[in-house]
Structure formats: C-alpha cells, structure tokens
C-alpha cells in the first residue's frame, strides 16, 4: 500500500519561505512522477509542481519562478517556496498515481 505523508507547512508573513517534504512508502517510488497538488477554502484543488522520475519539472504558472520542487533518494519530494503571497494559502497535497497524502496547511499573512 502506498501512503504520502507531508508535513513543513506552517505560518509565515509574505515574502517569507517555507519548504515542505513528501515521504512517499514505496518500493516504486523511483519509478513515477510525483506531484503537489494545493486546496484553498472554498476553492477546487489544483495543480502546483510535478517531477519525474528522471527529474524534469512542470509548474503552474502562478508558481514559477517562485517555487522549487525536488526529489531525494530518500523516498522523499520537497517544495520549496520563496517569495510567499497570501493567495498561496492552502492545505498542500502531494501525489502519486491515485494516491494522495492527508495534505499540510501553508497559511501566509499580509
């Protein structure tokens, strides 16, 4: 069974940085993308950074240039955000195939 637990969210003012991780349980985590997804109130979840298993990466445009996503040999996936917005605000989800973690809250303050 694949499990994907986040965690490294938080409460920071704009413009600071946060960096959260994704241990992923998995023999075949070598072998898949991994995305992060994030969720604000009221609002439908979407689509924030992906890696593949040889390490290309796609972001949302709303993201680029801001933050980074990696991936260690750990079983492990980060995303590195910089330059926090308030509209950053989310429960922040990582991905594998069909599998989604229990998500980590990222609240930014003005």
Do not use: H
Not at 3 to 31: D, H, I, P, W
Not at 63 to 86: C, D, E, H, W
């Amino acid at each position: 069974q694949v499990q994907l637990v986040e965690s490294g969210g938080g409460l920071v003012q704009a413009g600071g940085s946060l960096r959260l991780s994704c241990v992923v349980s998995t023999s075949t985590f070598s072998l898949n993308a991994i995305a992060w997804y994030r969720q604000a109130p009221g609002k439908q979840r979407e689509f924030v950074a992906v890696i593949s298993r040889i390490g290309n990466t796609n972001y949302a445009d709303s993201v680029k240039g801001r933050f980074t996503i990696s991936r260690s040999n750990a079983n492990t996936v980060y995303l590195q955000m910089n330059s926090l917005k308030p509209e950053d605000t989310a429960v922040y989800y990582c991905k594998l195939q069909d599998y989604w973690g229990r998500g980590t809250q990222v609240t930014v303050s003005s």
